[in-house]
């Protein structure tokens, strides 16, 4: 974005668009000039690299463009103080030995620099270089990362297009792809937004409050808002369309952009650029939640943005998702909001059919109209903080039921063994359910000829024919090996305790450690 004030727009018909910088070889040549500037003033003051860009002004050139162009590659450069003391402090120093004489000549003042030089350890020429060295004409151009013309004509296209939706009541736009980054970004930068299907079936339609119909936080919004557009415009087809507030006319301007004038506006690399400075979360809000979450190894994986929920044509994106056992249960967290933002979220939210969702809500923002949605979904107050508990609960109770649900439709439908092995999780791909369910569901499960070891049913034969390889084996690790060799090193343990064997320890290396044969077979037997 650039400042308000340099902001180059025109105005006809109740419609407004940005004057953009053309690629013209004028304008290139315009901004290999101002690049030159900088280049040439590495190692000099902040004031003479002013000087020669007052310069360009004067040529007859458009002050706003100059200052623009300007502005955006003073971004790139490091200022710093040149300085052998404090300037600060040295001024307070020689401000306090000045109040103390009268100095009325030349020669007294020189007295105040030299006696305060002394005080510092510093030369008197010294300490007048360093004196007002922290001014803003006095700072010293260390380095600068120059652009090429034409990209910085269109980083500052895209800025002029970033400023003038600064003063947006409303944007809208649409694009083709690219919009798992573009949803990022909204909710990363914590935009009020809405979002439908497109009318023709394919993509998406947002529209964001803009940060003047807010009533707080608009410089910060307005950014945000802002900072959505390399998103946007990194799309293979995008339209932008905007209400603009001219507060000097006191008007509502139109404002529309496609993708059309993308040839002048940064490209997909400054898109990244900007999106690759952000944060892993959109707000310390939901940091501190995460981590809590996840302190707690429950089991269940927790994960940021997931996919669009659909709410009749509209699309709600969550803060976050819980996965296990096949199952998915959402969170949405309630922020800042509008009024109106608010009513369009419980819209959706009432809108939305066979998804489990939590509604975690700030009890300051007194988000009584959330009340309704109780018989819907579970709804959280908190303070401060999102309350885990409650969210712990709620899915343990989930838990408990689906996997109730699939142990009993793995019953219902019958297990029929077939082959010497078969493993609980191959009956759970089987059947489309979590493993945890079927070690439910057959925890009684008993059929002839074969005998459970652990998370797998193993045939009696099978069981036989290791027993007799065992025959005459003392170590461990040799009776390890000829189970795994027999293909279930998974479950070696459990089938050698299924054949009655124990482990006698003689020491506490695993070569030391003897097997003996207790019993015949386990309770089922294998004989």
Not at 41 to 56: F, H, P, Q, W, Y
Not at 273 to 287: A, C, P, T, V
Not at 338 to 351: A, F, G, H, P, V
């Amino acid at each position: 974005m650039l400042p308000s004030n340099l902001l180059r727009a025109k105005i006809s018909r109740g419609t407004i668009r940005p004057v953009y910088a053309t690629l013209d070889p004028d304008i290139m040549a315009l901004a290999e000039n101002i690049t030159r500037v900088f280049s040439d003033n590495v190692g000099r003051t902040k004031g003479a690299l002013s000087d020669g860009l007052r310069e360009i002004e004067g040529d007859g050139c458009d002050y706003k463009l100059v200052r623009g162009l300007s502005a955006l590659l003073e971004r790139k450069c490091v200022f710093e103080a040149d300085s052998a003391t404090n300037p600060r402090e040295t001024r307070r120093l020689v401000f306090e030995e000045a109040s103390r004489t009268r100095v009325s000549s030349l020669e007294d003042r020189d007295g105040v620099v030299q006696r305060v030089s002394a005080r510092l350890g510093v030369s008197p020429a010294l300490l007048e270089k360093t004196i007002f060295s922290d001014m803003e004409d006095e700072l010293i151009l260390r380095d600068f990362k120059p652009l090429s013309p034409q990209s910085l004509i269109k980083r500052y296209n895209l800025s002029l297009l970033q400023t003038l939706l600064f003063k947006s009541l409303r944007v809208e736009f649409s694009a083709s792809g690219n919009w798992k980054n573009i949803f990022r970004e909204i909710k990363r930068v914590g935009l009020i937004y809405s979002v439908e299907r497109a009318d023709h079936g394919e993509g998406y339609k947002v529209t964001v409050d803009g940060p003047l119909s807010l009533f707080k936080m608009t410089e910060r919004y307005g950014t945000s808002t802002a900072r959505l557009v390399p998103q946007v415009i990194v799309s293979d087809s995008w339209i932008i369309r905007a209400e603009i507030l001219a507060r000097r006319k006191g008007r509502v301007y139109t404002f529309e952009a496609n993708e059309e004038e993308k040839h002048l506006l940064a490209d997909g690399e400054e898109a990244t650029e900007k999106g690759s400075q952000n944060g892993l979360y959109d707000s310390s809000l939901e940091e501190k939640f995460a981590r809590s979450f996840i302190s707690c190894n429950s089991g269940w994986v927790l994960r940021r943005e997931p996919e669009p929920l659909i709410a009749g044509r509209h699309i709600l994106i969550p803060d976050f998702s819980f996965e296990k056992h096949g199952l998915k249960v959402y969170l949405e967290i309630v922020g800042f909001w509008t009024s109106d933002y608010l009513e369009r979220k419980i819209n959706k939210l009432s809108m939305l059919t066979d998804v489990d969702i939590i509604i975690a809500v700030d009890e300051s923002l007194a988000c009584s109209r959330l009340e309704r949605l109780k018989n819907k979904m579970l709804v959280v107050y908190f303070k401060g903080e999102v309350t885990l508990k409650p969210v712990i609960e709620h899915l343990k109770q989930r838990e408990a039921s689906i996997l109730g649900e699939q142990a009993a439709l793995v019953k219902a439908r019958g297990i029929a063994l077939k082959g010497d092995v078969v493993s609980l999780e191959a009956i759970a791909e089987e059947n489309h359910v979590s493993l945890e369910s079927v070690r439910t569901a057959l925890e009684e499960f008993k059929q002839e000829g074969y005998v459970k070891t652990g998370d797998q049913f193993i045939s009696k034969a099978r069981l036989m024919e290791i027993d007799q390889k065992l025959e005459g084996v003392q170590r461990l690790t040799d009776a390890l090996g000829i189970i795994e060799a027999s293909g279930l090193k998974e479950e070696a343990a459990n089938v050698l305790e299924a054949l009655g064997y124990t482990s006698v320890w003689e020491g506490m290396e695993m070569d030391k450690v003897r097997i003996v044969k207790s019993r015949s077979g386990n309770d089922e037997g294998i004989d």
